[in-house]
């Protein structure tokens, strides 16, 4: 599923994130760390001058008229040089012959921590109070309002107001290195004991972010945070009297929307954003992308009617829809049209679902972009057409997504170049005999290319996840764990997020492939430490990326049941599946009536399969392989293999125009089985021959094992007769291959097909008067039924 895009020209989400202003990334250059470092020394000087004053009593606190000439002059090479790392800074400052006083320094440390602990909040309260030294309301003889450290300040102030939120975030992560790499020096410094304002002229004494914002909105985020960290009297107090200004709002809006699209771990609870909004709009009604925030919070826990009131309560006030940075289309003043309205109501519609009120608003957004010629919007309509339109043709679908592509070439509108190549890279995999691996490849690389230079980190993801998804069609098991664990890998922190990494879509269904191929490879206990760590990231099993590892969780634990031959609790997690995929379960039942044997009942789950075959779009190319094979081994359930033959090859077939080399292998497998049964062991020899080294290379036990079994029985069913020294050999043979087998269903726990295999050994070794071994098998084989009792009706001699 394809997350539901904001007002911006982005897949990702609204653009509220790090939107600033014109020129913020000017004024983000002209703030550095040291200059800021500079201004909090110059701030803490001035009141620290001005509050011991007056006091003759404190001699350690004042300085002579000497040693404020020698600082000021200190802070006249500081100001007007270049920029100093902190440990240059420290050999200035701790030189001797400034005499500075130790308070001064622990009070502009306190300063500097006050950022490294706040975060942005911290920041915005350092410069607002460098802004009260230069302000008229407040009235320092020590500094000159024309002076040069009065301009310095307050160009540190204008640079200031001018950044938008990712700038601050990256400023105040810079500052947190800047503090942490400032040598011992630093360090050894005492943090002064006084509160931030404590000692300051009533002038001085205020705060633009409440310790309960700041606590908020800039601490590190986690779920245990408000569970461990101490109330402070304002968080203590009635929550309704808090009161909010807009910038405190709209740095908590800005960073609630970034996580809850791209780390929703990282992210406010639902009912704690609620809680913050509803307080915000209560000082801040006129905000829209308040309303916005709710509405994709709505979407986390698949609320329709509450996403779709906030999406459009956020568009009554008025919504700014900002255009991206790298857009050729950045200078346009910000723009107020229903036509964005229209394409975030049919990206929520698409989100749940709904393809008919999506085409529809599709529509709208189309027309309304065509009358005011905004040709980025008008590309995104068509984008999320392709996604939505499941019944458009393929030459229809080529020819728009071609389109597609050279206009958004033309516009340079890189993340849609990138997600055209994606889904261009899915048509040619499913183009048939026509496509190759090599096509499919160089699409998806086109689209990591693309998501490389303009560094948009859902590009770069989500097409290592599609090369996931194909070497995973292609039965390319190994090269598909090995993308998800190269995208797991990925660097995507950023300061705009406190520096947390993207946990979003593409990062949910790798750990899911993870665990899928930990567990089909027999490392059941990893897998587990999979999703527990899936489980911690997306906690809401009702999210969309909780559905996620939540599907995958059940498979696992559905085909350890069928190992176990418990039916309740498979038939339990068949439950657990229908509202989430209720295709899925249909197939799932259909396995476990073939696990069971129940051949009347299986059938009848078949013939309800069997229309969805015809249905477009119903049914995946895997699922309808599948379903041949089902009704292939319901065939064999009642020895009709003439008519499994039918639906082996029509498997076969499928996966070969498909290039799934992985379940045409499978197929054949059964193939050999039913050739086998009808008496024809050297044909079915010379078909594992060819697929038993593709099984073995992907590597999944289960069936790995059962090839293993299956050629025991063939070079069984071929020996010569007689007491000869060649039957021996293969004979021995036999016997290696089912020590095989035994060790791979041993490794996964499917305790029933062991005794397959023991039972084969026994009778095996009965066949040879090897009596002494064929008790050892025997006791083995009574000790495994005592300690796991298998409950299956199916015989042996029928089943692969």
């Known amino acids: 599923s394809i997350r539901v895009p904001g007002a911006a020209p982005s897949r990702s989400g609204s653009g509220l994130a790090g939107a600033g202003v014109s020129g913020s990334c000017r004024a983000f250059e002209c703030l550095t760390p040291f200059k800021v470092s500079v201004g909090l020394l110059l701030r803490n000087y001035c009141v620290h001058v001005r509050g011991f004053e007056n006091e003759p009593d404190n001699e350690e606190h004042l300085m002579s008229a000497r040693q404020r000439t020698k600082f000021c002059l200190l802070l006249l090479r500081l100001t007007q040089g270049s920029d100093l790392p902190l440990k240059s800074l420290m050999r200035e400052l701790l030189d001797p012959a400034h005499g500075l006083p130790p308070s001064l320094l622990s009070w502009w440390k306190s300063s500097l921590s006050a950022i490294q602990d706040k975060g942005v909040c911290g920041l915005m309260d350092a410069l607002a109070h460098l802004a009260l030294i230069v302000s008229e309301d407040v009235q320092y003889p020590i500094l000159g309002r024309a002076s040069v450290f009065a301009m310095f300040l307050r160009r540190i102030t204008i640079y200031g107001d001018r950044l938008g939120f990712s700038e601050a975030a990256s400023l105040t992560a810079n500052i947190v290195d800047y503090i942490r790499y400032g040598g011992p020096a630093y360090h050894q410094i005492p943090t002064s004991t006084l509160g931030e304002t404590d000692g300051l002229p009533e002038d001085l004494e205020m705060s633009l972010c409440s310790s309960e914002v700041a606590k908020i909105n800039h601490a590190p985020i986690s779920i245990l945070a408000e569970e461990s960290a101490p109330l402070s009297p304002l968080s203590r107090a009635d929550p309704a009297s808090v009161v909010h200004t807009r910038r405190q709002a709209e740095f908590y809006i800005a960073q609630q929307v970034e996580l809850v699209q791209n780390a929703e771990i990282h992210a406010d609870p639902v009912r704690v954003i609620e809680d913050k909004v509803e307080r915000i709009l209560k000082s801040n009604s006129d905000l829209a992308e308040a309303y916005f925030l709710l509405y994709l919070n709505a979407l986390r826990c698949n609320d329709f009617c509450g ?60 027309t309304s972009a065509q009358e005011a010629n905004d040709l980025p919007c008008l590309q995104h309509a068509l984008a999320w057409r392709l996604t939505v339109d499941k019944n458009m043709s393929g030459p229809d679908r080529m020819s728009l997504l071609q389109s597609l592509l050279d206009k958004s070439l033309v516009l340079q509108i890189p993340s849609l170049i990138g997600f055209g190549y994606q889904n261009l890279s899915k048509i040619i995999a499913y183009g048939g005999d026509k496509a190759t691996p090599y096509e499919v490849c160089r699409k998806i690389s086109h689209a990591e290319q693309m998501g490389e230079q303009s560094e948009v980190p859902d590009l770069l993801t989500g097409s290592m996840w599609e090369k996931s998804v194909f070497w995973a069609a292609l039965g390319q098991g190994y090269l598909s764990a090995q993308a998800s664990q190269l995208l797991l890998l990925l660097d995507t922190s950023s300061p705009s997020r406190d520096g947390h990494f993207i946990v979003s879509e593409n990062v949910a269904c790798s750990l899911a492939t993870m665990a899928r ?16 760590l899936a489980k911690h990231l997306f906690p809401n099993h009702s999210s969309p990326n909780g559905t996620r590892w939540r599907t995958c969780q059940i498979e696992i634990e559905f085909r350890r049941s069928l190992y176990e031959t418990n039916w309740v609790s498979a038939h339990k997690w068949i439950l657990a599946m229908e509202p989430l995929d209720s295709v899925n379960a249909i197939f799932m039942s259909a396995e476990l009536l073939v696990w069971r044997g129940n051949v009347q009942s299986l059938g009848s789950k078949l013939d309800t399969i069997s229309p969805m075959m015809d249905e477009e779009g119903k049914l995946s190319a895997f699922q309808k392989i599948r379903y041949h094979i089902y009704r292939s081994e319901w065939y064999c359930l009642m020895a009709s293999y003439s008519y499994a033959f039918e639906s082996l090859l029509s498997a076969i077939n499928l996966s070969v125009s498909l290039k799934y080399e992985y379940m045409e292998k499978l197929a054949k497998l059964h193939l050999a089985h039913v050739q086998l049964q009808i008496g024809l062991p050297l044909d079915a020899l010379d078909a594992l021959e060819s697929t038993m080294p593709i099984l073995l290379r992907h590597d999944i036990v289960f069936e790995s094992s059962r090839a293993f079994l299956l050629l025991a029985k063939g070079l069984v069913a071929s020996a010569p007769k007689g007491q000869t020294e060649e039957r021996r050999i293969v004979l021995s043979k036999a016997m290696s291959s089912l020590q095989k087998a035994l060790k791979g269903f041993k490794q996964i726990q499917a305790y029933h097909r062991v005794k397959d295999v023991l039972y084969t050994m026994a009778r095996l070794f009965h066949a040879q008067d090897l009596i002494k071994e064929r008790n050892q098998v025997s006791a083995e084989f009574r000790k495994i039924e005592e300690q796991h009792p298998t409950f299956i009706s199916t015989k042996v001699a029928l089943m692969l």
């Open 517 to 532: 191929n930990l567990f089909d490879t027999g490392h059941g206990k990893a897998a587990d430490q999979v999703i527990a």
């Open 307 to 366: 996403a779709r009131a906030n999406l459009n309560r956020a568009f009554e006030i008025g919504f700014p829809c900002h255009r991206s940075s790298s857009s050729v289309y950045a200078g346009e003043d910000l723009i107020r049209d229903p036509r964005y309205a229209a394409l975030n109501l049919a990206g929520l519609h698409a989100h749940f679902g709904h393809t008919q009120p999506a085409l529809t608003a599709l529509q709208e957004c189309t």
